[in-house]
């Protein structure tokens, strides 16, 4: 028996893995599916097949489909040149028949699982996206509160600034004036200190009346 997996054209990856895998399995063919949506089902001049079911998967979106050919097509298609055998460290994975009929199966489930998994997991994404949004936008306002407020205190430093030297130029003039008025009693106690010297040397002379 002989089998042959037809991989669907958007599927590379899953061809490489199918071809690796079958690689020293003469009895798997592994193709890629090069016909278009008006081709039929089989093409002219290929070998009669006996499909496992009446519907391809390829049709229903499956990303390959099993296909096992004929028994007098196996035994008249010449089959592969035999090569000699070279010992391997590692024998090639050939694959069971059971597992070339459930592995299609088990693509479906995991195609299944996938999307069960990203329904679940795109609305919290979603959700995650917009509270971060939301987070941002807050964010936002408060750095333009911020700087409405950084704006009003260096208006008001710039007002402080011009105060704190309208009052140290009228310290700076008080002192003067406070200078110069010392300047000024200074000299005016000079004479004031020559009158008090005069009139403390002149003492006045007392009379004796008695010896009269």
Known sequence: MRYLIVVARNEPALYEHL?????GDPRVRVVVDR???SDPVTTAGAPPVE?????????TGAPHELVELAREDAAESPGPTPQPSVPTEEAPVQMSEKEILEDPQRVTRWVA??????????????EERDHVRQTLEA???ECERLQGELDQ???????????FARLRGEREAMSETFSGIVGLLGQ??????EIARRLHVVQPVAVDRSAV
């Open 113 to 126: 699982e996938s999307q069960q998994m990203l329904g679940a997991a795109i609305p919290a994404l979603i």
């Open 35 to 37: 016909r278009s949506v």
């Open 188 to 193: 005016a106690q000079r004479p004031l200190d």
């Open 139 to 141: 964010k936002e306002r």
């Open 153 to 163: 205190l260096r208006g008001n430093l710039g007002a402080l600034q011009i105060e």
């Open 19 to 23: 071809r690796t895998r079958h690689r």
């Open 51 to 59: 499909r496992r079911r009446r519907r391809s998967w390829l049709a």
